[in-house]
């Protein structure tokens, strides 16, 4: 049974940092891209940032500079890094697992961010 486990969020102030995580089980995690989505009340689920199975990052322009993903293979998790946080940040956020050919994708349940001004 595949399941990925985020853990990390909460409420925190402007300014402040927070570090998601996101454990997965039952894939082979290393042959896998891994991203972060968050979806705010009223919009679309957007990408925040993604990392390719040899750790190349990609990030959305909204967070870049703030944002930092990672990941352990051993430890089959990825992480999120959110520094200098914004109010604009306050969305569920949701790790992603995907391969390539055939496509496959995994979603987490999601864990709540709120940034207060």
């Known amino acids: 049974q595949v399941q990925l486990v985020e853990s990390g969020g909460g409420l925190v102030q402007s300014g402040e940092s927070l570090r998601l995580s996101c454990a997965a089980s039952g894939i082979r995690f290393g042959i896998y891209a891994m991203g972060w989505y968050r979806q705010a009340p009223g919009s679309q689920r957007e990408l925040v940032a993604s990392i390719t199975r040899d750790g190349s990052p990609n990030y959305a322009d909204s967070v870049k500079g703030r944002f930092t993903i990672s990941r352990d293979n051993a430890k089959n998790t990825v992480y999120l890094q959110m520094n200098n946080l914004k109010p604009e940040d306050t969305a569920v956020y949701y790790c992603?697992?995907?391969?390539?050919?055939?496509?496959?994708?995994?979603w987490g349940q999601g864990t709540q961010v709120t940034v207060s001004s």
């Open positions: 992603n697992a995907k391969y390539v050919n055939p496509t496959i994708v995994y």
